[in-house]
């Protein structure tokens, strides 16, 4: 055999090759005569685990993609564990790096940690911690405490400094919705099998989403984003032709999930963008909104017996199932949110200041329920959900200041929507647009989230807070802050985040 100082290496990396290769055979014919399948994915493991500590950003971005395609263990009855996969493992070892970074000293960038809604996050964490103590299962709490880290670390804190401009908040937008729309065919498929049945509206969707209301909610983010995108000028024909595609089956599987929240939040933050692009004020917006308040108090009694009126069940009908949204008096699925909510303030009255501890509530809220709130569907049994709502169920499981929490991070969320608007809207006509786009998907969330919560899962808690990241770099670069390198390890300097002035 040939030697010399020169082939030495190469004879080093084919004895490196064929040792690991042996070692892996060993491994895998170990794990079959034992059945553990599950060594035949350590190569897998091993190429995660190296791009996570050499391309960070390439990880996150894959990521993104795999989310509308995840599918939870729970749903697939696979070990008993509400574990989707193959996102949260890989975010729990983002969520372990990013700590360690912290440890070894590695700060954020002084813009992004001291930026209000980045304020919001933390608090919310602080609090979160304080209430696991005192919460009424601490085991459940904690759980829920590590879930929310690793979703906001690896879809805000993280996901951040690779959103700085339109063309990159483009590609995560395309990212999460070019594999959403292959679910969406899917489920439209599938449904018009059953003749396009409400019914079978509430579950076509399996195994990718849980039920239709949380599909609903997360095709409604993506809605404004997506008709932005459509309206840029500049585009090629072809890339014209596959945004208006691509916004048609989005818009078809919305109307088609059957689901009114996301409808209502659609049409609502569609009022609200309305309001932005004829020049109205946040501070009039506000005021109205006061006003609205003052006046529904007022005459609740008056509009609860017109609502009671309605007796009109949801429907395959399209314009009946509209119809049914005011519907508490017979329509089952209002009337058990209405429960929810009452246990939700019964639990509140119960311990008011640091609640039940987070992730709780479907445990503890049973002996809550006053007969006359029951209906058809409600259960002791703690398996149909939670409080339906973003803001009594923080309330319930932590206190005042759970709730206070969220209605600051949804006031700082419209600061910065506004503001971003208006800054941009004399300068640059689409990116303004964009930027509108981003602020109404997010508030679709927090409108949806009056009725519905699933910021406990991976589907929805990947465009709520990367919206929030991407408005988040928005306003940074409003305010005249430059591109300059993250201090955080694994990120390329061209995917950095903004530096002060």
């Given amino acids: 055999m040939p030697s010399g ?24 014919g170990a794990a079959i005569a034992m059945q553990a399948y599950p060594l035949a994915a350590l190569p897998l493991v091993v190429g995660v685990v190296a791009l996570a500590l050499s391309r960070r950003d390439w990880l996150l971005l894959g990521l993104v993609a795999t989310v509308p395609l995840s599918l939870n263990l729970e749903q697939l009855e696979i070990g008993g564990v509400g574990l989707y996969l193959p996102t949260e493992p890989l975010l729990f070892g983002l969520l372990l790096l990013f700590l ?26 602080v609090w979160l911690a304080i209430t696991t103590l005192t919460s009424s299962d601490p085991l459940v ?55 396009f049945e409400k019914q079978a509206g509430h579950w076509v969707m399996d195994p990718f989403f849980k039920d239709h209301t949380s599909y609903g909610a997360v095709l409604a983010m993506f809605w404004f984003p997506a008709l932005a995108m459509l309206l840029k000028p500049g585009r090629s024909a072809l890339g014209k ?23 209502v939040s659609v049409a609502a933050a569609g009022a609200v963008g309305a309001l932005m692009m004829l020049g109205i004020r946040l501070r009039t917006l506000v005021g109205v ?9 007022l005459v609740w009694d008056q509009l609860l017996i017109s609502l009671e009126r309605n007796d009109q069940d949801s429907s395959d009908d399209l314009t009946e199932h509209v119809e049914s949204i005011s519907n508490v008096s017979s329509d089952a699925s209002n009337l058990e949110r209405i429960n929810r909510w009452s246990c939700a303030i019964a639990l509140w009255q119960e311990r008011p200041l640091v609640g039940w501890g987070a992730g709780t509530y479907q445990f503890v809220y049973a002996p809550f329920q006053r007969s006359e709130h029951r209906t058809i569907i409600s259960t002791n ?35 910065i929507g506004f503001r971003v608007y208006r800054a941009l809207r004399h300068e640059d006509t689409w990116n303004s647009w964009w930027a509108l786009s981003v602020y109404l998907g997010v508030l679709t969330y927090f409108i949806h989230g009056v009725l519905n919560n699933y910021l406990d899962t991976d589907k929805a808690s990947a465009p709520f807070w990367g919206f929030l990241a991407m408005l ?9 802050w430059s591109a300059g390198r993250y201090r955080q390890r694994g990120l390329p300097s061209d995917d950095a985040a903004p530096n002060p002035r």
């Fill in 381 to 415: 049994n703690a398996d149909r959900g939670n409080a339906h709502s973003e803001y009594l169920g923080p309330l319930a499981e932590q206190g005042v200041p759970g709730a206070l929490i969220i209605l600051a991070l949804l006031w700082w969320t419209t600061v």
């Fill in 5 to 28: 100082p020169g082939l030495r290496p190469a004879w080093s990396d084919h004895r490196t090759a064929i040792v690991v290769s042996a070692g892996y055979a060993f491994l895998l």
């Fill in 141 to 195: 709490s904690f759980k829920f405490l590590v879930a929310r880290g690793w979703f906001v670390v690896g879809f805000f804190f993280l996901l951040a400094p690779l959103l700085t401009d339109g063309r990159k908040q483009e590609r995560f937008v395309l990212l999460y919705l070019v594999p959403l729309l292959a679910v969406i065919v899917y489920t439209v498929v599938r449904h018009a099998g059953y003749g």
């Fill in 289 to 297: 909104g006061i006003s609205g308040l003052v006046v529904l108090l």
């Fill in 100 to 125: 360690l970074d912290r440890l070894r000293g590695v700060r954020l960038d002084a813009g992004l940690e001291s930026h209000p809604i980045t304020r919001c996050i933390q608090v919310m964490f």
């Fill in 241 to 263: 032709l596959g945004l208006a595609v691509t916004f048609s089956i989005l818009t078809a599987g919305l109307i088609l999930s059957f689901t009114r929240a996301a409808w």
């Fill in 472 to 480: 988040v770099m928005l306003d940074l670069k409003k305010n005249g």
